[in-house]
């Protein structure tokens, strides 16, 4: 299964590098210019993580802007389960990161990209893929060959 | 305006409907990552006058761990 088909979650530091245009990590920026391509969830904790680094007007913008390809992009609210949050505390990560890797193990979702290389990098056998930015880019151009 | 709006609707009336339909997309895709570009540079101006937009990608990485433990311990706490 192709990249393009499956759900993905682009971590917090994906779409900050990637709106801030960080010289060392223009693989976000490429990645949040395809945006539309891919099917992309934003989990509450990174709608959260979101609303702490923007402006409200930036806030605003992005939202509308993610609401014009609604079958593509989704926002999901929901809080996610503490009982999944504990199953990866226990297997040694911080709150914030089993909060995430929570949502993404109750949404159903397989891939999650993120620039952070210590993210759950002690996690044997989870249920969703690891990406780095340019590893997603490069799936997805594989994707379209 | 409204003359080139209308000479645009005629050439894209007069495709076939299959691409019309990769014509639309292709479109809404462009004009959704001018509305990304727009918004990284009103984030990038507003950054800069904080005197935010130099900071290091370790530094960001550094600054999004804490943002987010803050915000999990908040959300659940105990």
Known sequence: MSILDEW?????????????????????????EHLARFRVVLPRQVLQELHANLSEDEIRILFRLLTRFPERLKTDWEKTKPEIIAKYQRLGCKLGDAV?????????IKILV?????????VRDLPFRRLSAAQALAELKQSEK | MNAKVDELAAEIAALDEAAQRVLLERA????FRHGLVELSESYRKRLAQQGELDRTAEDILAKLRQIREEIAAREYPG
């Open chain 1, 8 to 32: 993905v979650v682009f971590d917090t530091n994906i779409w900050i590098f990637g709106l801030r245009r960080v010289p060392d990590n223009l693989p976000c920026a490429e990645l949040l």
């Open chain 1, 114 to 122: 993120s620039e952070n290389r210590d993210f759950l990098e002690e």
């Open chain 1, 100 to 108: 995430v890797a929570a949502h993404l193990e109750e949404l159903d």
């Open chain 2, 28 to 31: 809404a895709e462009l004009s």
